[in-house]
């Protein structure tokens, strides 16, 4: 079969794919199927004793210790509710530093002794699991052949119902730890950071004189942006099905540049996709808010209204495989690569961080007066000296072979970690950078001289897309994460270091003498401008200029993952989350190995894909091509008819260029580098990856020279328009 016959079948089948499901959005309200699968508190207070349903709700709403004589009441109506849904097995799922989720599946049945069986679930089943702890990625702190871990019931997350059509599993939440008690999850620490947060920002709130203080949690949702593909497209691309993204492709000749593709109507395919995987967020209780068009061909977003961290991170994890198992019901593939294509924009994670409790509300809002706000000031105060402080840190959680590609590209944040505070709050921190802030801008109203339409209401400030970490209002958005990252890495960074930033406030404005608070917070605030108001920049992050700027603010750019992934075991890292007890040196020092480890195994995989397709695919492609074009000059000569050549010498000069990159990059990639993983690291960045580079450009231009009827991967234009 011809690679075009090849080609044609898959256009075809994708232009007449019908969806197989047989959902009927009309038969059932959302907000009737909000939480249905999910063992809530509304569900407890339901099903368990009153007394064993208010210690667990103590738990759950102010960071109670958990009361472990609960645990059996709970398992027996978490159990009977599970059975009742249809469930089996129980799973206890847990977030190894793979950044994907794991589960293991037990069944409710045992033998009863007499030749049947019985439904059990124990308070002790419930509460801890023992996965094998040595086949997950350690960092050097476990052996193969040290192989005992446990999975912790976390209760402040909640159990839900994950439907099959073969079946339905009872999920738990739950944090992974060692034998030895180190911890090889991003729950835990997480939790840990959680609480350290919720201890400092309560010190603060104290000293304004509340005295009544509800648990301080920080909140987060992250709008993911991805990626769709037809099945028939993607599994005729080696690199989509292994590395998640294409390594081959030419631009297709239209892209991206009329900016029609942002906000636009949703494919008919696509948009009954986005409800089906709406449906289902929903019935798990996750509050999905927002889907549109993104600026690329094929490029769509889902985001949630935000919730509390720990919350936030798990419904993350399950929003990613909901977006990859239903999208297979409709003949597609969800790709979440940062840059499943080059030439187009990639895809991030913004993720929305603020956060309050129920006492005093969210501490990120400004109200109309931020300058007479003084509480608000000391809280976004904490924030700049955090992210100027672990700038470093903050570019190392984020870190990965896939996001180095869209890190610093006009379509993302810059490497640079910077602030965006905005017009108002920016002129206020200057104030008081000068002595004192008397004023705040106000907000305004836009006519917009169409008498039928009203006024509106204009924003003291306005927004900057280009900024990693900006202020939206009453929270921050933290824009550098990837597509493909789990987010509890990031949260758990930001609350260590907003914890270490409220405590050295709290620690500075406790030594204040009677009445003189409000003198106290403009000396420590003065302090944090001054010394950590290089990190606020309000301009355009993707102009040379800024990158200009920001070396002599002396803040870090640290381009590569390579360049970032060291600040994991940097001494105000380690110095923070130790005094919290999140994480010890060695656990971080275990995840910049582990970090280090996965973007080698990446840029391996992506080496041997380039290898291969380019040897078995492309290049025989070339050379048949030549075959023709010589044959018909051949042809054309005997007749005695000139023949043109030009073509002929393009594709022969592209063909050799593409064979010796091909046999450079086996060279580079058989090169043995002495050392550890930091090393090879290195050597995959400075020798592999340019040699990559380098056997793609000749194979994209012979792309857009061969013969249609004999290239052999569907290209850019058929994977990123035929929809």
Known sequence: ?????????????????????????????????????????????????????????????????????????????????????????????????TGLSAEKHDSFLSPDGIGGTVAEFSGKQLIQGEPDASSFPSGGIRSTFEARGYTIWDVTSPAYILENPAGSTLC?????????????DNKTPLLRAMQALNTQAKRILSLFGHEKIAHVASTAGAEQEYFLIDRNFFFARPDLLN????????KAPKGQEFEDQYFGAIPERVLAYMMECERELFKLGIPIKTRHNEVAPSQYEIAPVYETSNLAADHQQLVMTTLRSVAQKYGMEALLAEKPYSGVNGSGKHLNFSLGNATQGNLLDPGDTPHANAQFLVFCGAMIRAVDLHAGFLRAVVASAGNDHRLGANEAPPAIISIFLGDQLADVFEQIRKGGAKTSKAASTINIGVDVLPHLP??????????????????????????????GAAITALNVIIAESLEYIAGELEKAAPGKLNEAIQSVLEKIINEHGRVIFNGNGYSEEWHAE?????????????????????????????????????????????????????????????????????????????GELADTAAKMKAAGVEAD???LTKVTALSKELLAALNKLECVHAHETKGGVHEHAKHYLEAVIPALLAVRAPADALEGLIADDLWPLPTYQEMLFIK
């Open 1 to 97: 079969m011809s690679a075009s016959i090849s080609r044609l079948q898959a256009i075809n089948a994708v232009t007449n794919f019908k969806p197989t499901t047989s959902t009927n959005f009309r038969d059932v309200f959302s907000a009737d199927l909000y939480g249905s699968n999910v063992f809530s508190p509304a569900e407890m207070k339901n099903r368990l004793p009153k007394a064993v349903y208010k210690s667990l709700l103590q738990t759950i709403e102010s960071g109670a210790k958990l009361d472990a004589a609960v645990a059996d009441a709970v398992a027996t109506a978490m159990k009977n509710w599970a059975i009742e849904k249809g469930a089996t097995h129980y799973a206890h799922v847990f977030y190894p530093l």
């Open 172 to 184: 738990i939440p739950t944090a992974f730890i060692s034998w030895t008690g180190d911890v090889l």
């Open 243 to 250: 590395a998640g993204r294409t390594l081959f492709g030419a």
């Open 458 to 487: 204009k924003d003291a400030g306005d927004r900057n897309r280009t900024s990693p970490f900006a202020f939206t209002g009453n929270k921050f958005e933290f824009r550098a994460v990837g597509s493909n990252q789990s987010i």
């Open 550 to 626: 920001a070396a002599k603010r002396g803040l870090p750019n640290l381009k590569t993952t390579v360049d970032a992934l060291p600040a994991y075991t940097a001494e105000t890292t380690v110095a923070a989350f130790e005094k919290f007890g999140v994480l010890t040196k060695r656990e971080l020092e275990s995840r910049e190995e582990i970090a280090f480890e996965q973007y080698v195994k990446s840029v391996n995989v992506e080496a041997n894909l380039v290898l291969e397709i380019g040897t078995t695919i492309i290049y025989p492609a070339a050379v048949r091509y030549q």
């Open 645 to 647: 050549t030009e073509m």
